[in-house]
């Protein structure tokens, strides 16, 4: 089975700064992988998605991700926050037919400072 | 308008009780899912319906139940609600004819099960 981890609960990060979120994921086969984010309040919105090809995808919001096939990882990064991207950001990866069935990480809660 | 509704939004129940959650979209999209969100674990799968006539369990399926109305609705019941169901639980819809793999989130329903 598939499964996702979040090592990091909770990242500070002052704004104008860069941030990177980090995703390990374990699947048997090439995974669709997908990054969501919360915002408080709110349902979850695709901010990106790799399934095959360039392993560098690009985003909404001016966010970035890479794919590394040797470290089973997928870590996000944007290289300057706004006060806007605090929220909580999950990553998951799809199974099944077309990576419909999602396994999500725990989240990473990201607050901005000033 | 919002392509995912969920209701109630916010529902409070006693233990042992029937409670029901609904959910609706407008997007024409004919598979819907169901998870559950507590702090920590992300989003975990309790039901999925790749259409009316098709359902399956999720990880975490026990203590739940869920009807397919119409390609548009997609109900889940707790037939006898415990605290250990609070929680905030997410709809979500996507189109198996699509190339994007996407799932669409509803705003969510925040349970507390007394």
């Known amino acids: 089975a598939q499964s996702v981890t979040q090592p990091d609960i909770h990242i500070t990060v002052s704004e104008g700064a860069s941030l990177e979120l980090r995703c390990n994921y374990s699947?048997?086969?090439?995974?669709?992988l997908f990054w969501y984010v919360q915002s408080p309040g709110q349902g979850l919105q695709l901010l990106l998605k790799?399934?095959?090809?360039?392993?560098l995808v690009q985003g909404i919001k001016g966010f970035e991700a890479e794919f590394k096939r040797s470290q089973s990882s997928f870590n996000l990064r944007k290289p300057s926050v706004h006060w806007s991207d605090a929220a909580e950001y999950f990553c998951?990866?799809?199974?099944?037919?077309?990576?419909?069935?999602?396994?999500f990480g725990g989240g990473t809660r990201v607050l901005v400072k000033p | 308008d919002a392509d995912v509704t969920q209701t109630p939004r916010n529902r409070i129940t006693k233990t042992g009780k029937r409670i029901m959650l609904e959910c609706s979209q407008t997007?024409?999209?004919?598979?819907m899912y169901w998870y559950r969100q507590d702090p920590g674990l992300g989003l975990r799968l309790i039901y999925y319906?790749?259409?009316?006539?098709?359902?399956n369990k999720g990880e975490i399926s026990d203590g739940y139940s869920v009807s397919r109305q119409a390609q548009a609705k997609f109900s889940l019941s707790l037939e006898s609600a415990i605290p250990n169901q609070t929680a905030l639980y997410f709809c979500?819809?996507?189109?198996?004819?699509?190339?994007?793999?996407?799932?669409?989130f509803g705003p969510g329903t925040r349970l507390t099960v007394l």
């Open positions: 790799y399934f095959s090809g360039d392993t």
């Open positions: 979500a819809t996507s189109d198996s004819a699509g190339v994007t793999y996407e799932q669409f």
């Open positions: 998951a990866v799809g199974a099944g037919a077309a990576g419909n069935k999602l396994t």
């Open positions: 997007k024409g999209h004919d598979r």
């Open positions: 699947y048997g086969a090439t995974p669709y």
């Open positions: 319906s790749f259409d009316v006539k098709d359902i």
